[in-house]
């Protein structure tokens, strides 16, 4: 099991920064992948940054390239999101989310889908004012 711990949420004006953490605890040893997704009200969840484990490759969606910067301190299992230039359309809730080693590698398009992803954190609010 692997429990996902996530903070640093909170409200902000536009142009505006936040930095969410995520601390991973558990059978922290087969991750594959972690990083963060988000869902606004009444949409889908969508990918938002994640970390390759054994490669360390970050990739990001298109819509935050250049404003958001995923970061991992491997001592302490956490990953972090620092995001700047919020934009109101960044407002969401956002998830953290882990993915276990499995009988394949992950390739890019298995890292950007939700269902690859085998624990959750219980999400933390961001809410960016114009």
């Known amino acids: 099991q692997v429990q996902l711990v996530e903070s640093g949420g909170g409200l902000v004006q536009s142009g505006g920064s936040l930095r969410l953490s995520c601390a991973a605890s558990g059978r922290t040893f087969s991750t594959a992948a972690m990083g963060w997704f988000r869902q606004a009200p009444g949409k889908e969840r969508e990918f938002v940054s994640t970390v390759k484990w054994s490669t360390n490759s970050i990739y990001y969606a298109d819509s935050v390239k250049g404003r958001f910067t995923l970061s991992r301190d491997n001592a302490k299992n956490t990953v972090y999101l620092q995001m700047n230039s919020l934009k109101p359309e960044d407002t969401a809730v956002y998830y953290c989310?882990?993915?276990?080693?499995?009988?394949?590698?992950?390739?890019?398009?298995?890292?950007?889908?939700?269902?690859?992803?085998?624990?959750w954190g219980q999400g933390t609010p961001v809410t960016v004012s114009s």
């Open positions: 989310a882990l993915a276990l080693l499995g009988p394949r590698p992950m390739y890019y398009s298995d890292l950007t889908r939700a269902g690859q992803y085998d624990y």
